[in-house]
């Protein structure tokens, strides 16, 4: 469930889908990069034509880095003897080779498919031909504004995976100062939370007392293989609250490290911003400062890292004492196993749509970041993909 590599079973399950291995404002065309993904190295690089290139990261002449290559000719130039690979791969030219020589034509360079929308580049590093891109509306609507987070966690995808349907953790490690919990930890909050799961989410409904009496919150989060979380999915269209969205891939770079990919989308509100201020940084929690120098405790980033990079880079789960806490840390492995038992049977795992057209877009349903209902009301309600026509 954890390996990433390629013929892994976690690393060809994570290979069957459209990953995000970049933001599009760091790929700039005179910048060509190395970057790891799913254990890969691979030279990431935008042509003169503002096209987007995944390959392998060396040479196939005499193997140097394509890193100090310069972008030109169609492509990219080997800093070292000038052959120029183009975005797919193909070879364009070989100066010191004979005019008239066909030899180009029997090299290329191992190039993953690409595709930028949103301001993210997916690639798909799989077998065969790719599926359908998923044309999640917050990746294609124009009618707003998206705002981007990233950075890189030193463990494993899934130690990053299993904290996210785990409410408990949210009012002890960061919520020490809730409610004078930190004098008085006992009185932190405990979100009653109910799991849920279908064969494409597994999420959890938390309910906490609102600011409003006789009332109380209910918010949830989903997650949804191979690796993305969704806080946020904007509720349906109609919703009071209105449209918002905030989700986050958790892309591989290897067995050990996790590059945390965040988006969100504000639509526009008769033709106004609804960008919400960045929130203020957390209050300092004094009482755990410093007692650990690696990570800085005073932020939820910082907290969130000491305790899933403290597990141990991959968490040793044989290990683990689960309780009636961790049911929805269980229902994330369950829906993640499935997809790596259908891949193993030769299945599409969840959530890829053969039958996805170019005039649809698809929907996260999910509460994400909150409602507001009466105490003691049944409120029936489950993520879900609604397909959208022509919405674009
Ligand atoms: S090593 Fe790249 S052109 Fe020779
Ligand atoms: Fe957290």
């Given at each position: 469930m954890t390996r990433v590599g390629p013929g892994t079973p976690a690393g060809a399950t994570l290979r069957r889908y459209w990953l995000p291995v970049s933001f599009s404002h760091e790929i700039k065309s005179d910048e060509p990069k190395i970057v790891r993904r799913l254990g890969e190295d691979l030279l990431i690089f935008r042509d003169e034509q503002g096209r987007v290139g995944l390959t392998?990261?060396?040479?196939?002449?005499?193997?140097?880095?394509?890193?100090?290559?310069?972008?030109e000719a169609g492509g990219i130039r080997c800093c070292y003897h000038g052959w120029v690979f183009d975005v797919n791969g193909r070879?364009?030219?070989?100066?010191?080779?004979?005019?008239?020589?066909?030899?180009?034509?029997?090299i290329a360079l191992k190039a993953y498919a690409i595709r930028e929308v949103g301001g993210l580049i997916f690639a798909y590093m799989g077998p065969g031909a790719p599926p359908p891109f998923p044309r999640y509306d917050f990746l294609f609507r124009q009618d707003g504004e998206r705002t981007y987070d990233g950075y890189v966690r030193e463990c494993n995808f899934l130690n990053q995976l299993d904290n996210c349907l785990d409410p408990v953790h949210a009012t002890i490690l960061h919520g020490r100062e809730v409610n004078g919990a930190r004098e008085n930890p006992e009185r932190a909050e405990n979100p009653e939370f109910e799991v849920l799961a279908d064969e494409l989410f597994a999420s959890y409904v938390a309910r906490r007392q609102g600011p409003v009496a006789g009332k109380e919150w209910h918010r949830e989060v989903s997650y949804t293989p191979p690796v993305l979380v969704i806080h946020d999915g904007g509720s349906t269209p109609d919703d009071p609250n209105g449209y918002f969205a905030d989700v986050a891939w958790r892309v591989p770079v290897d067995d050990y490290s996790t590059q945390s990919f965040i988006l969100k989308f504000f639509p526009f509100k008769d033709g106004q911003s609804t960008k919400r201020p960045k929130r203020a940084s957390n209050r300092p929690a004094p009482l755990l400062r410093g007692t650990r120098m690696k990570f800085d405790m005073t932020t939820v980033n910082g907290q969130d890292a000491a305790a899933q990079i403290g597990q141990g880079r991959i968490a040793d789960r044989a290990a683990e004492h689960l309780g009636y806490s961790d049911r929805g840390v269980i229902q994330v492995r369950k829906l993640w196993m499935a997809a790596i038992q259908a891949v193993q049977r030769g299945d599409d795992p969840p959530g890829i749509l053969r039958d996805l057209t170019d005039s649809e877009m698809l929907h996260f349903d999910v509460v994400g970041s909150g409602r507001l209902v009466n105490i003691g009301e049944m409120v029936e309600h489950r993520p879900r993909v609604v397909r959208i026509q022509g919405m674009e």
């Amino acid at each position: 469930m954890t390996r990433v590599g390629p013929g892994t079973p976690a690393g060809a399950t994570l290979r069957r889908y459209w990953l995000p291995v970049s933001f599009s404002h760091e790929i700039k065309s005179d910048e060509p990069k190395i970057v790891r993904r799913l254990g890969e190295d691979l030279l990431i690089f935008r042509d003169e034509q503002g096209r987007v290139g995944l390959t392998e990261p060396t040479c196939p002449h005499r193997g140097t880095s394509l890193e100090y290559g310069w972008i030109e000719a169609g492509g990219i130039r080997c800093c070292y003897h000038g052959w120029v690979f183009d975005v797919n791969g193909r070879c364009l030219e070989q100066p010191g080779e004979p005019v008239g020589s066909n030899f180009k034509d029997k090299i290329a360079l191992k190039a993953y498919a690409i595709r930028e929308v949103g301001g993210l580049i997916f690639a798909y590093m799989g077998p065969g031909a790719p599926p359908p891109f998923p044309r999640y509306d917050f990746l294609f609507r124009q009618d707003g504004e998206r705002t981007y987070d990233g950075y890189v966690r030193e463990c494993n995808f899934l130690n990053q995976l299993d904290n996210c349907l785990d409410p408990v953790h949210a009012t002890i490690l960061h919520g020490r100062e809730v409610n004078g919990a930190r004098e008085n930890p006992e009185r932190a909050e405990n979100p009653e939370f109910e799991v849920l799961a279908d064969e494409l989410f597994a999420s959890y409904v938390a309910r906490r007392q609102g600011p409003v009496a006789g009332k109380e919150w209910h918010r949830e989060v989903s997650y949804t293989p191979p690796v993305l979380v969704i806080h946020d999915g904007g509720s349906t269209p109609d919703d009071p609250n209105g449209y918002f969205a905030d989700v986050a891939w958790r892309v591989p770079v290897d067995d050990y490290s996790t590059q945390s990919f965040i988006l969100k989308f504000f639509p526009f509100k008769d033709g106004q911003s609804t960008k919400r201020p960045k929130r203020a940084s957390n209050r300092p929690a004094p009482l755990l400062r410093g007692t650990r120098m690696k990570f800085d405790m005073t932020t939820v980033n910082g907290q969130d890292a000491a305790a899933q990079i403290g597990q141990g880079r991959i968490a040793d789960r044989a290990a683990e004492h689960l309780g009636y806490s961790d049911r929805g840390v269980i229902q994330v492995r369950k829906l993640w196993m499935a997809a790596i038992q259908a891949v193993q049977r030769g299945d599409d795992p969840p959530g890829i749509l053969r039958d996805l057209t170019d005039s649809e877009m698809l929907h996260f349903d999910v509460v994400g970041s909150g409602r507001l209902v009466n105490i003691g009301e049944m409120v029936e309600h489950r993520p879900r993909v609604v397909r959208i026509q022509g919405m674009e």
